[in-house]
């Protein structure tokens, strides 16, 4: 079986910016096969590129910012860092540079990525806005589903 990592980026600290480590910490209670692992990878970056590579595939949750209803869920497959949606949260130039380099290392797993329609990523808060929140149900079936 492909090792899966699912992995969650924000920053818990700026409400809906926070929603993948929201996602990660709601998937620790659910029962997931023994080839998936949860992540979270704070605010991205670089500093994953080793933890992440010798996974086969990679389901990646985070907020975007975008002209879609507050707690909007797409699915996405970038195969390059410019395939992420533009607006991308607070640390869009982190993921995109560990995308590149994996890209240059030959080392690319298939990456799926989940993002969840926020209004505003710099409210300072822990809690999700209740749009955004009403989605995390939503996604976790979405990844259940997947691995």
């Given at each position: 079986m492909d090792k899966t990592?699912?992995?969650?980026?924000?920053?818990?600290?700026?409400?809906?910016?926070?929603?993948?480590?929201?996602v990660i910490q709601?998937?620790?209670?659910?029962t997931l096969p023994d080839n998936v692992s949860l992540m979270d990878g704070g605010t991205g970056g670089l500093h994953l590129l080793s933890w992440i590579q010798d996974y086969d595939r990679i389901i990646?949750?985070?907020a975007t910012l975008d002209q879609n209803p507050p707690g909007t869920i797409r699915q996405l497959r970038p195969r390059y860092a410019s395939d992420f949606p533009p607006l991308m949260s607070a640390h869009?130039?982190?993921?995109r540079d560990m995308i590149e380099a994996m890209i240059l290392t030959g080392k690319?797993?298939?990456?799926?990525?989940?993002?969840?329609?926020?209004a505003d990523i710099n409210e300072v808060g822990m809690e999700l806005t209740p749009a955004v929140e009403a989605a995390v149900p939503e996604v976790i079936e979405m990844i259940k589903a997947s691995c």
């Open positions: 990592l699912i992995l969650g980026v924000g920053n818990l600290l700026l409400k809906d910016e926070g929603v993948g480590i929201h709601a998937l620790e209670k659910e990646m949750v985070d869009e130039i982190g993921l690319l797993p298939d990456i799926q990525l989940i993002v969840i329609s926020a």
